[in-house]
């Protein structure tokens, strides 16, 4: 099994494009794991790997629960205080990683993660968690599927990142790889084996403002990773994106969805 190097500010200038370009956790997924798992207000939810806390703040929300939110980076902590703010709840936000998992976290009811399970030691993460978990808590990982998307953008930027970004795009590939191992394998060699899937699929209109914010919100092509080739690979990616939608507007097709582990 491949572990990715821990890299503490590896999303470093990708904060704000984080919070307002990535794809959006529907309000309704958020509402149907609360019911799912059990969670009652002033429950403890940890978010971990929480960026600008989207899903944190979401959970303090709609569901009332005791959020803590664990991030390496000092960018993303200072945006999910913005974005807790701005949502009129609070949230404790604590700098540190899944390497700093501490008894004073339990109990916890939920450990989320959106789009973080994979910069981690998943095992040892599992069973560290596996000590903060109260009786009938659970692990969910939350993440998004790219249904479709029209016209397809998709294939543009991976090139692009390849070209302008070829360390962080082979790093990319590795994970992707078959011996990286899905988060469902991992899962099921770990306490937290019972496993269940809930997906929301929605279609979004998006612009191509929308693609580039989203392209730096990424590790493999954020301005730190691009660096002084930044600006040549957001004009290169513009007039891709001019010559496949004159009237800079797509369509894509997503499911939010997620990953529900229970301990067997």
Known sequence: MTIVPFEARRFRTTADYYSRFRVPYPDRLIERVAERTGLKPGERVLDLGCGPAPLGVAFARLAGADVIGVDPEPEMLDVARGNAAEASVSIRLVQGSSY?????????????????????????????????????????????????????????????????SPERSAERQQR???????????????????????????????GTDDIVGRAFSMSVTS?????????????????????????GKFTEIVEGNALIAFRD
């Open 176 to 206: 992707r790889g078959v011996e990286f191992g899905p988060h469902e394998t991992i899962l099921l060699r770990s306490s937290f084996r019972k496993l269940e899937r809930i997906g929301i699929v929605n279609e979004r209109l998006i």
């Open 100 to 164: 700093d998992l501490s008894p004073d976290l339990a109990p916890l009811k939920l450990a989320v993660m959106g789009r973080s399970f994979h910069w981690m030691d998943r095992p040892a993460t599992l069973a560290a968690l596996d000590k903060l978990i109260a009786t009938g808590g659970a692990v969910v990982l939350f993440s998004d599927r790219h249904i479709s998307a029209t016209p397809d953008w998709r294939d543009v930027l991976h090139q692009l990142s390849e070209a302008y």
């Open 223 to 247: 301005l730190q990773a691009l660096g002084d080739k930044a600006q040549e690979f957001e004009a290169a990616f513009r007039s891709e994106l001019a010559a496949l939608s004159p009237n």
